[in-house]
């Protein structure tokens, strides 16, 4: 997040040039360092508008629980107490080679909640490759490419709502069974990653017949 308006410190202070220190004034510049640091560091941790690359849980990732920024409860805490959940529906049992899937991602919770986040990946079970290509349906999602792993995620836009729409085209032929991790996050809507709850789950989806032709295909 940005900072707007925001002004060095010496010229909001003055120039220390030709000035005794005082150590009252020491203090106070060191508290308030401290503070815009700290404002910075939980402003940049919150991320309304989408999380980085790599935070779905899967294959060795950690979500943003476990990378201890969301972690003011247990990762699915939600879900053992009875809160809340994360579920990915809309996939099929057995994909098709060329397919396009409409995929949701639902985050639900009994609380209070005024935001709601979430990643989600698709890769080869045995390899940890890229499967199939992600493709936003809406202005509440969006994705992300990293080490040739693509992500979709929220944007500012959809964190109004706990469901998110996107479509998944299946790999143009059979690359085995193909899972999906995400995380979710059932936010307090405070742009702070304190007091939030957030999930993982994930999906696996068969392989298609080896036999299998893309749509169209004769």
Not at 83 to 88: A, P, Q
Not at 99 to 119: C, L, P
Not at 183 to 196: E, W
Request: proline fraction near 7%; charged fraction near 15%; aromatic fraction near 8%.
């Amino acid at each position: 997040m940005l900072m707007l308006g925001w002004t060095p410190p010496s010229k909001r202070f003055g120039s220390f040039q030709g000035e005794s220190m005082n150590p009252g004034r020491i203090l106070l510049l060191s508290v308030a360092a401290v503070s815009a640091l700290s404002f910075v560091a939980n402003s940049i941790r919150a991320y309304p508008g989408g999380p980085p690359p790599g935070v779905t849980g899967g294959f060795g990732e950690r979500t943003c629980n476990q990378s201890g920024c969301h972690n003011t409860f247990a990762l699915n805490e939600g879900r053992t107490s009875g809160l809340g959940d994360l579920v990915i529906s809309g996939v099929p049992e057995q994909y098709q080679p060329g397919m396009t899937y409409s995929v949701k991602v639902t985050i639900t919770h009994t609380e209070g909640r005024d935001a709601w986040g979430f990643q989600l990946a698709a890769r080869v079970k045995e390899s940890g490759a890229q499967a199939g290509e992600f493709k936003p349906t809406d202005g509440t999602t969006q994705t992300l490419l990293e080490k040739g792993i693509q992500y979709i995620e929220h944007t500012l836009e959809g964190t109004n709502s706990n469901v998110f729409e996107l479509n998944w085209a299946a790999p143009s032929s059979s690359t085995g069974e193909i899972v999906l991790h995400a995380a979710g996050n059932a936010a307090d809507g405070s742009l702070s990653p304190d007091g939030d709850y957030i999930y993982s789950t994930s999906a696996t989806i068969a392989a298609a017949p080896t036999n299998a032709r893309p749509p169209g295909t004769p």
